[in-house]
């Protein structure tokens, strides 16, 4: 059996949990990701029939059953995953019964899976239901895009469309747009609805006056997307509040799309 702190998914989960921490988004506690695994991925490093503990989800994940994922444990601190992974991470496999997961590895204080596991589950099962390849699902509080909550409606076409307007590469990166939530109670089976509702429309979802979760099919794409939509927030805040002389054309947008061969949401754009 290979040592488990070498595994890639292990190392990829250290070095984003380091790197968004570094760029501030994830204060405390804030922030969580979870990775969905294949089983040969996982066997490779871990004994899967060795359960250490059994953790009610407090949901039903039942199209979820038997699979694997890597996920960041609740109350721990993204600052320090990379020097502790195995106190702040843990792998789980969802119970045939869907309402149960089966910790394989981690969580090595007693500890368990984000508060906000029913968002992630619930996001994954809409995620795979429109991308079979979907894996990654991360929440985080970026500084701007948060900012921008404050200043800017909470409305799905004039949000996306802000964003798309202030640097050329967003509508390539997020075609689809990005789905608003407004505030709601977090960590709750309803808040995890609402998100995967949005899910099966959008990568990306703002819960207002709280953070985002983005979703893709690998670690850097659902990076990419968040830290694409945090650059856009930037610049908005760094010029909401000035006069503007210019600004890229609903027109242009459209061919930005064009030209990169993605569909975007033209329902988005005043052509
Ligand atoms: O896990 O970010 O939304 C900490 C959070 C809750
Ligand atoms: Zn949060």
Same mark, same amino acid.
């Given at each position: 059996?290979?040592?488990?702190?070498?595994?890639?998914?292990?190392?990829?989960?250290?070095?984003?949990?380091?790197?968004?921490?570094?760029?501030?988004?994830?204060?405390?506690?804030?922030?969580?990701?979870?990775?969905?695994?294949?089983?040969?991925?996982?066997?490779?490093?871990? &004994?899967?029939?060795? =359960? /250490?503990?059994?953790?009610?989800? @407090?949901?039903? #994940?039942?199209?979820? +059953?038997?699979?694997?994922?890597?996920?960041?444990?609740?109350?721990?601190?993204?600052?320090?995953?990379?020097?502790?992974?195995?106190?702040?991470?843990?792998?789980?496999?969802?119970?045939?019964?869907?309402?149960?997961?089966?910790?394989?590895?981690?969580?090595?204080?007693?500890?368990?899976?984000?508060?906000?596991?029913?968002?992630?589950?619930?996001?994954?099962?809409?995620?795979?239901?429109?991308?079979?390849?979907?894996?990654?699902?991360?929440?985080?509080?970026?500084?701007?895009?948060?900012?921008?909550?404050?200043?800017?409606?909470?409305?799905?076409?004039?949000?996306?469309?802000?964003?798309?307007?202030?640097?050329?590469?967003?509508?390539?990166?997020?075609? &689809?747009?990005?789905? =608003? /939530?407004?505030?709601?109670?977090? @960590?709750?089976? #309803?808040?995890?609805? +609402?998100?995967?509702?949005?899910?099966?429309?959008?990568?990306?979802?703002?819960?207002?006056?709280?953070?985002?979760?983005?979703?893709?099919?690998?670690?850097?794409?659902?990076?990419?997307?968040?830290?694409?939509?945090?650059?856009?927030?930037?610049?908005?805040?760094?010029?909401?509040?000035?006069?503007?002389?210019?600004?890229?054309?609903?027109?242009?947008?459209?061919?930005?799309?064009?030209?990169?061969?993605?569909?975007?949401?033209?329902?988005?754009?005043?052509?």
């Amino acid at each position: 059996m290979k040592n488990i702190l070498n595994a890639p998914f292990v190392r990829e989960m250290c070095e984003t949990t380091a790197n968004m921490y570094r760029l501030g988004w994830d204060e405390r506690n804030g922030g969580n990701i979870s990775y969905l695994l294949d089983e040969g991925e996982v066997a490779a490093y871990l &004994d899967v029939r060795k =359960v /250490l503990r059994e953790i009610p989800t @407090g949901f039903d #994940a039942k199209p979820l +059953a038997g699979k694997y994922f890597i996920v960041t444990g609740t109350g721990k601190y993204f600052k320090n995953v990379e020097k502790d992974p195995e106190t702040n991470l843990g792998v789980i496999r969802i119970k045939e019964d869907g309402t149960t997961a089966q910790l394989l590895w981690g969580y090595r204080d007693g500890g368990r899976f984000t508060s906000e596991l029913p968002a992630h589950l619930m996001s994954h099962m809409a995620r795979l239901s429109v991308d079979p390849e979907n894996r990654v699902v991360m929440h985080t509080h970026p500084t701007h895009t948060l900012a921008m909550n404050y200043v800017h409606e909470l409305d799905e076409k004039k949000f996306t469309h802000t964003l798309w307007e202030m640097c050329t590469e967003c509508i390539v990166v997020f075609p &689809d747009g990005i789905g =608003v /939530l407004p505030w709601m109670l977090c @960590g709750t089976n #309803a808040i995890g609805e +609402a998100t995967a509702e949005k899910m099966k429309e959008f990568r990306l979802v703002v819960w207002g006056m709280h953070g985002i979760y983005g979703a893709g099919r690998t670690m850097d794409e659902t990076f990419g997307l968040i830290e694409t939509v945090e650059k856009a927030a930037q610049i908005y805040m760094l010029t909401a509040h000035l006069p503007r002389k210019n600004t890229i054309r609903d027109g242009e947008m459209k061919s930005l799309a064009d030209l990169f061969g993605v569909k975007c949401r033209e329902d988005f754009l005043d052509l």
